[in-house]
């Protein structure tokens, strides 16, 4: 068993190692460095990093009051101590109302090039305003009731002067704010990372051969690249898609219904984007159960076990699902530790 | 059914459109504007593209005294009469000598950011390279010695003075001026890209069955992007690199040999790479039979069905086969007529 080397089907970008993400490469727009493995984060040219920035885009995200009742923040649904996500299978909005779709971690959400499940907005600015007013999840009425509520808590709006200058509390630099927050939340520095280029000996022997029968069994052939969930670089918008399920016929594709969404043709109404995806990564996945778009699919193992079925009509053996899922968990980083902000 | 749209999965770059590609966007280094719904050509800021270097690249690529024996030149095995490449199994070098590779088209080959079946090269620079002195194809018995032949020819050393300026005649200037040659044959205007933005009607009913069916096997899984070769924009060298076969135990599989040759893992030595290509465009396919990297494959429709079988784990029905078969004949550009150069 040879472990000296790596899969060039990763396609790993040049190694860029940042002691910490925010004093890499001045800040400015451009290639943000990322953690080591891990494809870099794409940084605006309109909208660059400063530590005021994220300071204030953490209040805004922490901030229940950006939803119609007070009650919903980002956090709710992408719950930093949760992995990122709620751990749901769909999440609750104001008033106790539910979506269709599982809520994506918000952590490495920067290293997608297209959010939401769908892939149908192409920056985490644009994202941003996406839940504010989805009726089942904060509700606002508008976005420019959004504006109205910010510019009524007092201090937000010294804080927009001095990060944005005079008279920029506006829905587009709300957006930015949590944009540039959310460009701080990456997590890398996992097992595998630390196997890749450190430690030939940190995966387990399980682990190892997950990584082998994820490579041979065809769940590189979405899960490739620096992040499991493409190849790098794409630009700006250029998601990784993929169909799923390709095998509609199995038992477990009709058990946990993966087959009743239509994807990303609910947006585009194009034909052939029928059962689309935008191709999620695979860091820390273990952190994010339950599974799948509509997240009826409740632990990893049968998350392995329902990919290989619909993707690659695969039946795995029980042997191969420990493996990829002890696999899978070594690609858990580091989460840095989140303190809840203190709000104006 | 609807031909109103296209799909996401192709994930076609903004449009754009040159009436004659020498006059793309100032020939210097950059993205070159590339026919429509076709990807760009990169074209390196250290090799930038002028008329005269076009033609001393052609005449290099038609000159057969690059190789030992004064028999092979590089049109030998990239025929552009003959699709780009030579429509043998594998090609014929100097003395007869074989190699165990199918010759890959050189149309289109510049939208490649990674060259050879196994993308062993990150340039079509570093490719021209390769043959000049594999001993089975120029068979030449150093890169040296190619520089000596084409500075004994009496002419080259003057059009290299004039192209990139004294003492140039180098084995990277070479490979430069064949490289700008190359970056030259690039054929769109297909019929399909015709359907795409311009006729909803160009398409007949068998090819827009096809189109559909190649979706829903999930052949696009590897054959996306505006050039069936992979999602867009890739940096240099990032090739996009599929396995193949993932199915290795159908009969298809076995009667070709497709089993046989590592692929890039002969290259990288990398676990992980046994029986990893680089995903080869669909453009033009109908015209480079046979098929697949040693060439087992003689027809169009036979190749559809090893690679659905050996990919995707399907048995095609013979209808699927046809249709399929029918819309990659859609993706037939127009190969602008090369006329012979005049040989210093």
């Known amino acids: 068993m040879k472990k000296s080397s790596f899969l060039s089907l990763l396609a790993v970008t040049p190694l ?4 910490g993400i925010l004093l890499a490469q001045g800040m400015g727009g451009g290639m943000m460095g990322g953690m080591r493995g891990m494809s870099g984060v794409q940084v605006p040219a309109d909208n660059p990093i400063t ?10 995200y922490f901030d229940a009051r950006l939803s119609k009742d007070g009650t919903v ?3 709710s649904c992408h719950d930093l101590k949760a992995g990122g996500a709620d751990n749901k299978p769909v999440s609750t909005g104001v008033g106790g109302a539910q979506g269709s779709r599982n809520s994506p ?9 297209a959010q939401f499940w769908d892939g149908r907005a192409p920056s985490l600015e644009e994202q ?3 839940p504010l007013t989805n009726p089942v999840e904060m509700a606002m009425p508008s976005l420019d009731a959004v504006v109205a509520r910010v510019k009524g808590i007092p201090g937000y709006g010294n804080q927009f002067d001095a990060v944005f200058g005079k008279n920029s509390l506006t829905i587009d630099n709300i957006a930015r704010a949590i944009a540039t927050y959310e460009r701080t939340l990456v997590s890398g520095n996992s097992t595998f990372d630390n196997f890749r280029f450190t430690d030939k000996s940190a995966l387990s022997q399980t682990q190892w051969q997950g990584f082998k029968t994820f490579r041979e069994v065809g769940c590189v052939q979405c899960h490739m690249g620096p992040d499991f969930a493409g190849p790098p670089p ?18 477990l594709v009709t058990k946990y219904k993966l087959q009743d969404d239509l994807g ?8 052939g984007d029928e059962h689309v995806w935008r191709v999620p990564s695979m860091r820390n996945v273990k952190e994010t159960a339950p599974y799948f778009h509509n997240g009826m699919v409740p632990t990893l193992e049968e998350a392995v076990r329902v990919c290989a079925a619909g993707g690659n009509n695969r039946d795995l053996t029980q042997g191969e699902v420990k493996s990829i899922t002890a696999f899978l968990g070594s690609l858990s980083g580091v989460l840095p530790e989140q303190k809840m902000p203190k709000l104006p």
Chains 1, 2 share one sequence.
């Open 51 to 60: 530590p005021a920035k994220v300071a204030l885009g953490k209040q805004l």
């Open 73 to 75: 923040s980002c956090n």
């Open 128 to 130: 941003a305003k996406g």
């Open 16 to 19: 860029v190692v940042t002691s």
């Open 264 to 271: 990303r043709f609910d947006t585009t109404q194009q034909v």
């Open 234 to 251: 794409l630009a700006r918008g250029d998601g990784f898609y993929q169909k799923f399920p390709l095998f509609a016929e199995g038992t």
């Open 105 to 113: 971690t918000v952590w490495n959400a920067a290293l997608h090039n």
